[in-house]
């Protein structure tokens, strides 16, 4: 039987792409999350170093790179008493979002909650095992028939993040209907008009349980190292020790020079700080040039903004296409009215695309 799958989103943007590529100074892709700044020589330096890697590697993960997960986790998150049991690297995020569903035991008859707006893989997952999907960010209507739930702080794409109030509303409901909550948090490391970025695995949402919980990260974004594929869960040993077994079984598992790196990347502080710099730059740029050309935009955390001119999203997509822009529309995410802008670009190429953003003029449809 075939997989009920959808065309992949980005392929739909063929014909824009294809305008904006016309621009006399070129395509300015901001369509797509992927890093551009160099990955930090200490992360290099770690992999090559570990480049003699004739054995098979760990499933779990290194001894030292299970306690770095650990050592982040109190040091960055707030998140104390992790075991090595309790933490596991992943292939990237974005496998493991998509297949969790699967290790977890989940199919038919069952349901998987995903946020209203959201990332897509969240819906992959669900239609890959077959289970039902309920959209949805209240948990009073979440159904009975729940095992999956996903929340995903800072959001993609919206980047808005969640209190420690609502991860903990969120977590109550899931232990009542006897659900796994696994909360996506890769953007967490870069916050910009929020004080406070909570964990799901925060004393102050688990009361001091992580039955039933787990956190997802990657440091893809903060560590610049996208095609290494580096990620991480950690929360309830029993519900990481049965990925675990499930992965042994089907050989997933990070590369040993992979996991050398990642631990060396977990480890140091300074070049996440550095990265996060240039991200905050990058994104003052290019919001005040977006407000400047009529959008309303958002971007409490992470790596987009979340723009709108109060058309709809391929109209805005189209219109950026013409100057050479091309983004991601809201739709990809279960909103029509918004496009997604990434902030992954050089700076030159930022401060390029703010000046063809201060060419447009303001519409008549424009929210003012």
Request: a negative charge.
């Given at each position: 039987?075939a997989?009920?799958?959808?065309?992949?989103?980005?392929?739909?943007?063929?014909?824009?792409k294809?305008?904006?590529?016309?621009?006399?100074?070129?395509?300015?892709?901001l369509?797509?999350?992927?890093?551009?700044d160099?990955?930090?020589?200490?992360?290099?330096?770690?992999?090559?170093?570990?480049?003699?890697?004739h054995?098979?590697?760990?499933?779990?993960g290194?001894?030292q790179?299970?306690?770095?997960?650990?050592?982040?986790?109190?040091?960055?998150?707030?998140?104390?008493?992790?075991?090595?049991?309790?933490v596991m690297?992943?292939?990237?995020?974005?496998?493991?979002?998509?297949?969790?569903?699967?290790?977890?035991?989940?199919?038919?008859?069952?349901?998987?909650?995903?946020p209203?707006?959201?990332?897509?893989t969240?819906?992959?997952?669900?239609?890959?095992?077959?289970?039902?999907i309920h959209?949805g960010?209240?948990?009073?209507q979440w159904?009975?028939?729940?095992?999956?739930?996903?929340?995903?702080?800072?959001?993609?794409?919206?980047?808005?993040?969640?209190?420690?109030?609502?991860?903990?509303?969120?977590?109550?409901?899931?232990?009542?209907?006897g659900?796994?909550?696994a909360?996506?948090?890769?953007?967490?490391?870069?916050?910009?008009?929020?004080?406070?970025?909570?964990?799901?695995?925060?004393?102050?949402?688990?009361?001091?349980?992580?039955?039933?919980?787990?956190?997802?990260?990657?440091?893809?974004?903060?560590?610049?190292?996208?095609?290494?594929?580096t990620?991480?869960?950690?929360g309830?040993e029993a519900?990481v020790?049965?990925?675990?077994?499930?992965?042994?079984?089907?050989?997933?598992?990070?590369?040993?020079?992979?996991?050398?790196?990642?631990t060396?990347?977990?480890?140091?502080?300074?070049?996440?700080e550095?990265?996060?710099e240039?991200?905050r730059?990058?994104?003052?740029?290019?919001?005040?040039?977006v407000?400047e050309?009529g959008?309303?935009?958002?971007?409490?955390?992470?790596?987009?903004l979340?723009?709108?001119?109060?058309?709809?999203?391929?109209?805005?997509?189209s219109?950026?296409?013409?100057?050479?822009?091309?983004?991601?529309?809201?739709?990809?995410?279960?909103?029509?009215?918004?496009v997604?802008i990434?902030?992954?670009?050089?700076d030159?190429?930022?401060?390029?695309?703010?000046?063809?953003?201060?060419?447009?003029?303001?519409?008549?449809?424009?929210?003012?």
């Amino acid at each position: 039987m075939a997989l009920d799958l959808p065309e992949f989103p980005w392929d739909s943007l063929a014909a824009a792409k294809q305008t904006a590529s016309g621009h006399p100074d070129g395509l300015i892709d901001l369509s797509v999350g992927s890093p551009v700044d160099a990955t930090p020589q200490v992360v290099r330096d770690a992999l090559t170093a570990a480049a003699d890697a004739h054995g098979y590697p760990q499933v779990w993960g290194t001894p030292q790179l299970r306690q770095a997960i650990i050592d982040w986790f109190a040091r960055e998150r707030g998140v104390e008493g992790l075991t090595e049991r309790a933490v596991m690297p992943s292939i990237g995020s974005k496998e493991l979002i998509a297949s969790l569903a699967l290790w977890l035991g989940i199919g038919r008859g069952d349901t998987i909650v995903i946020p209203e707006i959201a990332y897509p893989t969240y819906d992959i997952s669900a239609r890959l095992v077959g289970a039902d999907i309920h959209v949805g960010d209240d948990p009073e209507q979440w159904p009975a028939t729940t095992r999956l739930i996903w929340i995903n702080s800072p959001s993609n794409p919206t980047g808005r993040v969640l209190s420690a109030e609502r991860m903990r509303a969120a977590v109550e409901k899931a232990r009542s209907l006897g659900a796994v909550l696994a909360s996506d948090e890769c953007y967490a490391l870069l916050p910009w008009d929020v004080a406070d970025v909570p964990s799901v695995l925060d004393e102050r949402v688990t009361g001091g349980d992580n039955t039933g919980l787990l956190a997802v990260h990657s440091l893809s974004k903060q560590s610049s190292d996208a095609g290494y594929r580096t990620a991480f869960i950690a929360g309830d040993e029993a519900l990481v020790q049965q990925v675990v077994g499930v992965r042994k079984h089907l050989g997933l598992m990070p590369p040993s020079p992979v996991q050398a790196a990642m631990t060396a990347a977990l480890d140091d502080a300074a070049h996440v700080e550095e990265q996060r710099e240039r991200y905050r730059s990058r994104r003052a740029t290019l919001l005040d040039a977006v407000r400047e050309a009529g959008w309303q935009a958002e971007s409490d955390a992470g790596l987009y903004l979340w723009a709108t001119d109060g058309t709809d999203a391929r109209q805005q997509v189209s219109r950026l296409a013409e100057i050479g822009i091309l983004v991601a529309p809201g739709d990809f995410y279960g909103d029509d009215r918004h496009v997604r802008i990434a902030l992954t670009a050089t700076d030159e190429t930022i401060a390029a695309a703010a000046h063809r953003l201060r060419t447009l003029k303001r519409t008549k449809n424009s929210v003012r």
